[in-house]
């Protein structure tokens, strides 16, 4: 029998500290809740003398500083282990068990290392929220937070299953933009290595054919002459300002975005952008209402569950509204007040929050607030590529067309005085 020290409130509200005998959290969990008690923590109590001695044994070995080490865990990768993690929890497996099981599964990499270290952690008196915190690469906060939150509640295998169908969706969101922004991005690739190479190797070649003739060019060729002189012969040559302006911008964009001041106006700037903007915009709305949600369904206080989803919304100017909506919170305001006020999100988002406040299904409510935004952002990401395929086809056609008539303007020019 192992010894458990719990926090629950009682009937009244009060909070009570004891300590309790079981064999299993689970089991210390049952016996609270038969008291009459709501456990809000329950964590086994380890003999300091065993636990001096684990950290003894563990000492001597070489280990990582938590949350370093070199790769990523993939979200795909991170959804399997929660799933799999929960089928096991809800089998009644031990976590340490569990979590052993699962990093033999794993292929060698940083996922499969911070298990390791889990386990360690774990052995050695912590809980899995505490472990997982202690690796932020692999486990963010809003991850962590919801394992604390299903370790309180003893329901740790539902917030698992919870937090995988989270993750799946989220996942499946990003997968769907990214998709859609492959096919223009290709062709605006190919479409300006051909130009490039016109440029550089077709226009030079006109260029000294009028030369030998002595003709006084038109305008639009002449342009065309200086523009290709520059690609080829500039220092430095244009084509390396083709090549590297990505990358220059990408750079730059992250730079900007390191300040927040830079993350606002960058976030607001794109905001105001037709259609970009509207998906941009669903698509916050859409993860913070289901982080939200997912976080106040697994039981989550409300001001530390706004907390999290501030940090991870992605946008600064919808984080900076969940700021304001924590603040009215704590000073006794409802969510949907200050959500109306801030002007950000869609009048019947804020409907469904205040119904969901009413009702006392807030969860419920923000989780088909996500789901009607995902929909919405799957239908304008369709719309975008529609409409980008005929402006890409028009630029393109005007710059074809401009090199063909900058090119043929002094030929046919030529070919009349010829004929004279």
Same mark, same amino acid.
């Given at each position: 029998m192992a010894l458990f020290k719990y926090e629950a409130l009682n009937s009244s509200g009060q909070e009570v500290k004891e300590e309790i005998e079981a064999p299993s959290k689970e089991e210390a969990?049952?016996? +609270?809740?038969?008291?009459?008690? @709501?456990?809000?923590? +329950?964590? #086994? %109590?380890?003999?300091?003398?065993?636990?001096?001695?684990?950290?003894a044994a563990t000492s001597g070995k070489k280990r990582k500083a938590a949350g370093t080490g070199f790769g990523w865990v993939g979200t795909k990768q991170l959804c399997t282990f929660?799933?799999?993690?929960?089928?096991?929890q809800d089998a009644g497996l031990p976590i340490i068990r569990s979590i052993r099981i699962l990093e033999q599964q794993q292929k060698p990499g940083m996922l499969r290392s911070c298990l390791k270290q889990i386990t360690e952690d774990v052995e050695?008196?912590?809980?899995?929220? #505490?472990?997982?915190?202690?690796h932020p690469n692999? @486990?963010?906060?809003?991850?962590?937070?919801? +394992?604390?939150?299903? #370790?309180?509640?003893? +329901?740790?295998?539902?917030?698992?299953?919870?937090?995988?169908? @989270?993750? #799946? %969706?989220?996942?499946?969101?990003?997968?769907k933009i990214i998709g859609a922004m492959i096919y223009p991005c290709v062709v605006i690739s190919i479409a300006g290595g051909i130009v490039t190479f016109i440029m550089v190797q077709v226009v030079p070649s006109f260029d000294k054919i009028f030369e030998d003739f002595e003709a006084e060019l038109p305008g639009p060729t002449v342009f065309l002459i200086n523009v290709s002189s520059w690609f080829a012969k500039g220092r430095p040559p244009g084509w390396i300002f083709v090549v590297f302006s990505p990358i220059f911008f990408i750079v730059t964009y992250k730079l900007i975005r390191q300040a927040q001041i830079g993350r606002l106006i960058l976030d607001t700037v794109m905001l105001k952008i037709p259609v970009v903007g509207q998906i941009a915009g669903k698509s916050s709305v859409a993860r913070f209402t289901r982080t939200l949600g997912t976080l106040i369904s697994a039981g989550v206080p409300i001001l530390e569950a706004v907390n999290i989803t501030r940090e991870t919304t992605g946008n600064e100017v919808y984080s900076g509204m969940l700021v304001k909506v924590h603040d009215s919170i704590r000073e006794g305001d409802t969510f949907a007040n200050p959500l109306r006020v801030s002007k950000t999100v869609d009048p019947i988002v804020v409907n469904m929050v205040d119904v969901g406040e009413e009702t006392g299904e807030l969860d419920k409510m923000l989780m088909k607030v996500a789901d009607n935004y995902d929909e919405e952002v799957d239908t304008l990401v369709a719309s975008l590529v529609s409409l980008l395929e005929p402006i890409m086809v028009v630029a393109l056609g005007f710059i074809v067309g401009f090199i063909v008539i900058a090119l043929f303007l002094p030929l046919v020019t030529l070919i009349q005085s010829v004929m004279q």
């Open positions: 969990v049952s016996k +609270v809740r038969g008291l009459g008690y @709501f456990p809000t923590k +329950v964590v #086994e %109590k380890v003999d300091r003398k065993q636990a001096a001695i684990r950290k929660t799933r799999q993690l929960s089928t096991l050695g008196g912590a809980t899995l929220s #505490e472990a997982m915190a202690r692999a @486990f963010d906060r809003l991850y962590s937070n919801m +394992v604390a939150a299903g #370790e309180a509640g003893g +329901v740790l295998d539902v917030i698992l299953q919870r937090l995988a169908d @989270f993750l #799946e %969706k989220a996942q499946r969101l990003k997968r």
